[in-house]
Structure formats: C-alpha cells, structure tokens
C-alpha cells in the first residue's frame, strides 16, 4: 500500500478521499488548518512557509493536492474583490505548487512517486463565462502550473496529473451538483494507482478519461 498526503481534508472530497484511502489500507496523511483529529496542520496563506509546515514528511508516495477555495464572494469582471481575488490565487495556484516543492525529498525516496492537483471543469478555456471568475482564473493557473511542474519532473521519472472532478455535492459545489464525492474520491485514487510517467500532464476527468484543458 501506498503513503499518501492529501491536503485539506476536513469536508468535501478531502474528507472522502481520506476515508477511502484509509479503507484502501493506505497510510494517509491529511492536512487541515488547524490540524484538529490527527491531521497535520498547514495554513496556505503564506506559501513560503509551507515547507517549514510540511517537513519531515519523508517517504511519500503521492500527494494529492485537494485544498482549495472559491471565495471571494465579489468576484465579476465588473465588481472585482481584488483582494480576495489575490488569496484565491494563492491558496488555489500558488500554494498546490509549494507544498509540491515541499514534499519532493519524501516523494523522491518514493519507488512510484506521484503527484495529484484537483483542479476543475470551470478551468476549461473553451467557453467564455463570467460568474466566479477568480475561482475560475485560479484553477486556470493551477493547471498551467502543474503542467510545468510535470514537464520539469519528467527526468525524475515522477508523474504530475489534474483531476476535474466535476460539480460535486459538498459545501462548496452545494446540495444541487450532479456528483456524490465519494464517487469523486473512487475515481481519483484509481487514477492515482493507475498514474505513470506516460500520463505526466495529462488533465483526467474523475472517472478516468483524459479531458481538454
């Protein structure tokens, strides 16, 4: 079995891709913000102090980057929160890639290292839309981000994938969404067991067929 460290697992898909890696027999390492229930805790307002949060986490076998936010509330291109449109990117964007950083002396001593970024069908650059645009810009970024990252890891033989996991029930994608995230959570520990370096890149969707970005 595998040691996994899936960030931001207090609710949502978090909190369901822990359960079933727990059942699964995996070693599971979650994160949460205040590190309440055996979770490690790791605030990512600041990603310059996420590998200080993270040290010592060493084996890893895959990271699965979950935590994220789809704040601010003002966020149209015509009535902008600025400021919260800059945390957005920073939890959302930024941060998957410093705790990426952060963690690679454990994947590193990994046999089958792997990385995992959950990232969103909202990302998609092929329609125009203007709800919630800085989630939107956010997961953009993260999918270019961790495209780089994979062209960067490729020598090391360690895959980089992202996952949309669709419009999930959770307090984030509300009662109304299409998905159950325990659904979610199947579908992106397979796509985790089944990840090799052919797939570094790749944007999958949670039930494993690969997507546009």
Known sequence: MARLLITGVNRGIGAAL????????????????????GTVPLVLDTPENIAEQLS??????????NAGVISPDRQSPLDMDFAGFAHTLTINSIAPLAVAQAVLPGLRESDAPKILTISSQMAWMGYRKADRIAYRASKAAVNK???????????????????????????MGGADADE??????????????????????KFFRFTGEEREF
């Open 18 to 37: 822990h359960a079933q890696a727990v059942v699964l027999g995996h070693q599971v390492i979650g994160t949460t913000r205040n590190g309440r229930d």
């Open 145 to 171: 981000v961790m495209l780089g990252l994979a062209t960067a890891l490729e020598p090391e033989g360690i895959p980089v994938a992202l996952v949309d996991p669709g419009w999930v029930r959770t307090d």
């Open 180 to 201: 159950d995230p325990h659904d979610v959570a199947s579908g992106v520990l397979n796509i985790a067991r089944d990840l090799t370096l052919k797939d570094t890149g």
């Open 56 to 65: 010592g986490i060493r084996p890893l076998d895959i990271l699965i980057n």
